[in-house]
């Protein structure tokens, strides 16, 4: 019996991998979803509103319906859709079951691509940002308040 319960937590430990079906298959597991997501939202609501959960839920439903019914085509488009620059496409390198070691490894090549630079200096960052049209701040350092001077730093 101690060899049981030795082994156990290991035995816990072993993840599973299984394949998902995009076809019938999904359709099905969101369908089984809404279900059980609209009767637990019912009996939550059941429980504080006494007088009218039926209400409640009539309004929640629609949009875990549409959500239901449009995230495989949300998927889809981004997936076919969204072209990824080559800086945060990541495509041929993550298979699912990375480690944590191994996303730290794949952190570190994504600081090392050239483009990097764009993201991590705060200079061009911010004239990428205006470049775009996207409103940035004018500071491009901080400080603690006892190290500000006159906006420079102590």
Same mark, same amino acid.
């Given at each position: 019996?101690?060899?049981?319960?030795?082994?156990?937590?290991?035995?816990?430990?072993?993840?599973?991998?299984?394949? &998902?079906?995009?076809?019938?298959?999904?359709?099905?597991?969101?369908?089984?979803? @809404?279900?059980?997501?609209? @009767?637990?939202?019912?009996?939550?609501?059941?429980?504080?509103?006494?007088?009218?959960?039926?209400?409640?839920?009539?309004?929640?439903?629609?949009?875990?319906?549409?959500?239901?019914?449009?995230?495989?085509?949300?998927?889809?488009?981004?997936?076919?859709?969204?072209?990824?620059?080559?800086?945060?496409?990541?495509?041929?390198?993550?298979?699912?079951?990375?480690?944590?070691?191994?996303?730290?490894?794949?952190?570190?090549?994504?600081?090392?691509?050239?483009?990097?630079?764009?993201?991590?200096?705060?200079?061009?960052?911010? @004239?990428?940002?205006?470049?775009?049209? &996207?409103?940035?701040?004018?500071?491009?350092?901080?400080?603690?308040?006892?190290?500000?001077?006159?906006?420079?730093?102590?």
């Amino acid at each position: 019996q101690l060899l049981i319960l030795l082994a156990m937590p290991s035995a816990m430990a072993v993840r599973t991998v299984s394949k &998902v079906d995009l076809g019938n298959s999904y359709l099905a597991a969101l369908e089984e979803g @809404e279900l059980r997501s609209s @009767e637990r939202t019912f009996a939550r609501f059941a429980a504080a509103f006494p007088d009218c959960p039926e209400l409640q839920q009539a309004r929640l439903k629609p949009g875990r319906s549409f959500i239901a019914s449009s995230y495989k085509g949300f998927t889809d488009s981004a997936v076919n859709d969204f072209p990824l620059k080559p800086l945060f496409d990541k495509t041929g390198k993550v298979r699912g079951d990375e480690t944590y070691e191994r996303l730290v490894q794949l952190h570190i090549e994504g600081l090392l691509h050239e483009d990097v630079k764009f993201l991590e200096d705060k200079l061009l960052l911010k @004239e990428m940002a205006q470049k775009l049209g &996207v409103p940035a701040t004018t500071s491009y350092f901080g400080a603690h308040k006892k190290e500000w001077e006159s906006g420079k730093k102590a």
